[in-house]
C-alpha cells in the first residue's frame, strides 16, 4: 500500500507562474486553482498536489523556494466609519500557506 499525502499551497497570483514551471520541471502534478482571499482580498493560486509520504518534503522545499515573502506598501481600500484611509501601509505578500493532509484512498481514472 502506497501512504498519500494531499499538499494545499496557497500562494500569491505573482508566484504562480514560476512555481508552476517549478513543479513541471520537477515532475510534480499539480491542480491549479485561481483562489480569492487574506487581508488585501487580492488574488491567490492554490495548487492541489497528491504525492507519496516520502515526497512531501521536497515538495514543500519547491514551494518555498518559488513563493519568497516579500514587503510592499499598498494603498488600502478600506472603509472605516464612513473615512476613507489613504495613506500607504507596509504588508507582507507572497511566501505560501501550505497544509498536508493525509489521504485515506487515492483513485485515478
Not at 31 to 40: D, E, M, P
Amino acid at each position: 500500500m502506497i501512504l498519500m499525502k494531499l499538499i494545499v499551497a496557497i500562494v500569491q497570483k505573482e508566484d504562480s507562474n514560476k512555481l508552476q514551471r517549478a513543479f513541471i520541471k520537477e515532475n510534480i502534478r499539480a491542480t491549479k486553482l485561481a483562489t480569492t482571499g487574506g487581508f488585501l482580498s487580492e488574488g491567490n493560486t492554490t495548487f492541489l498536489i497528491g504525492t507519496q509520504d516520502e515526497q512531501v518534503d521536497h515538495v514543500l522545499s519547491v514551494i518555498k523556494e518559488k513563493s519568497q515573502a516579500r514587503e510592499e506598501y499598498v494603498q488600502p481600500n478600506i472603509i472605516s466609519s464612513g473615512l476613507e484611509m489613504s495613506q500607504m501601509v507596509k504588508v507582507t505578500v507572497g511566501g505560501a500557506t501550505c497544509f498536508v493532509v493525509p489521504v485515506d484512498e487515492f483513485k485515478q481514472f
